[in-house]
């Protein structure tokens, strides 16, 4: 029996696996290439990449080994009327992923604070639009010196799809009990100067 874990690192994605007691590197992906989020799930890995200029990538190995890159999120083009909005409606980068309970779907949390669901196992994307237009988003503040929001957590009980945690960073933890429709902050105590 073997296990497996991802690492996605600034310098590629490798796959350790645990064979008799002892962790050995059983394969690289993207050398050279930041990893900024990393999903196995029912037999595929997923993999989102920041190639700086050349922006976010997605790519998935499917059940039988092979690697192929995906659309990523978009964001709608934003509003005229948007202009007291600080945050881009752009992709930074996808910075979370979790599998949604559901055949076929998944969460990707990005930069600048989007979260974005699939339903057909990524080859497709949907912004979550209550989320996004909260006014609240509008005060959410950047990580390390001034980067973009991120929601850098995306967690969906295995027992309800429709039951969603997500961790902004700087912005707290927002839940969701009707897979996304409405969301409330969650936690108490942290202040935010």
Same mark, same amino acid.
């Given at each position: $029996?073997?296990?497996?874990?991802?690492?996605? &690192?600034? *310098? !590629? =994605?490798?796959?350790?696996?645990?064979r008799k007691g002892a962790w050995d590197i059983a394969d690289m992906r993207?050398? !050279?290439?930041?990893? &900024?989020a990393v999903l196995p799930a029912d037999g595929q890995v997923f993999a989102g990449l920041d190639l700086g200029h050349f922006g976010a990538k997605l790519?998935?190995? @499917?059940?039988?080994g092979t690697w192929r890159e995906l659309p990523v999120p978009v964001f709608p083009p934003k509003p005229d009327d948007a202009t007291d909005d600080p945050h881009p409606w752009s992709l #930074? *980068?996808?910075?979370?992923?979790?599998?949604?309970g559901v055949d076929g779907r998944l969460w990707?949390?990005? $930069?600048? #604070? !989007? =979260?974005?669901r699939s339903d057909d196992g990524g080859e497709s994307w949907a912004l979550n639009d209550p989320l996004w237009r909260m006014p609240e988003r509008r005060q959410w503040m950047g990580v390390a010196g001034g980067e973009q929001p991120g929601i850098n957590s995306v967690l969906v009980d295995p027992c309800n799809s429709s039951d969603i945690r997500v961790g902004v960073s700087c912005?707290?933890?927002?839940?969701?009990? @009707?897979a996304g429709t409405s969301w409330r902050i969650i936690n108490q105590g942290m202040y935010n100067e």
């Open positions: $029996m073997s296990e497996t874990i991802y690492v996605g &690192t600034h *310098k !590629g =994605l490798f796959q350790l696996a645990r993207f050398l !050279g290439d930041p990893v &900024t790519w998935r190995r @499917d059940r039988a #930074g *980068k996808i910075w979370a992923f979790a599998s949604g990707a949390g990005t $930069m600048p #604070g !989007g =979260l974005f912005a707290g933890v927002w839940a969701s009990t @009707d």
